[in-house]
């Protein structure tokens, strides 16, 4: 399922099937998880921690379903881009979501693999006067990376700038140059990229380890980090849950143990939205160690 071959397919389909048989495409589609094995375990194993006491037979279709929901937000994601057809939102914490937009200054969003990311930044960079930066992993395959990029280069407004990770270090002094200019950085922090910078946090009873990137680049930059996660509600349809800001002090004296709270905050909401919506969580990978802390 890698090579850029499916994702030109993608942008072919979205154009071409008939709209009346796109469910049926879906479910079709979905049944790649029989044939995915290493991801299909990685859900799995995360849904033995997220789910306690389930049926590994219970899990397996639940994984089916997890898969099912990533075939709609990709393909709603190349639709916007191909035809610039939006879905509908409906908001959960909108007064923190104001908050954000009405902000003179700078700011993170942090969120999370789940829903679609780039919806989210494209909704609110046509929804807001400030300028997005916007932090995606690059692609591994060097031919998808150039169709990502050049697709992004197309498509994306001059409201959302799109870093590719590929330079952890200059990339977070361009982060934080931005964000003194009063910019908003969207960045993902459920997730840990060899490399990266991380702490324990808790997550459902189990020790998981967090990206403390996000918080440091915060605590630097003096801003506030707003929790956002993106969830599909339906057909064409998104929500956007907006948690209450989590601010992260300034103190080199304290600095780990600032560090280390505001990750325990962020791990609380991230796992409350998790628990609601595990399957759009798109974590593909095991997330979770064995031993309990």
Known sequence: MRGVFWRQFLHWAVLNVPLWIEPIVMAWWSLFFLLWGPVRRG?????????????????????WRVFWNYAWTITDNARLQETRVTPDWEFIGHEHFADLQARSGGAIM???????YDLGAQMFGETTAQKLL?????????????????LHGRTVGEAVNINFNTRAHELALDLLHGLRQGQIVAIQGDRVTPGVASANAV???KVTQLPTGPFALAMAAGVPIYPIFII?????????????????????HNRDEILQNA???????????????????????????ESRP
């Open 134 to 150: 916007m932090v995606r992993a690059p692609e591994v395959d060097p031919q998808t990376r150039e169709f990502e990029e050049d």
């Open 263 to 289: 990750v325990t905050r962020w791990a609380v909401q991230l796992e409350r939205v998790i628990a609601d919506s595990w399957f759009q969580w798109f974590t593909f990978e095991p997330v979770f160690e």
């Open 232 to 252: 599909r509600a339906g057909r064409r349809r998104y929500r956007l849950v907006t948690c209450e800001p989590i601010r992260v002090d300034r103190d080199r």
């Open 203 to 205: 997550l459902f009873g």
């Open 43 to 63: 859900v799995m194993h995360n849904l033995r921690t997220i789910k306690p006491g389930s049926l590994a037979l219970t899990n397996f279709f639940r994984t």
């Open 110 to 116: 942090l969120t999370a693999h789940m829903g679609s």
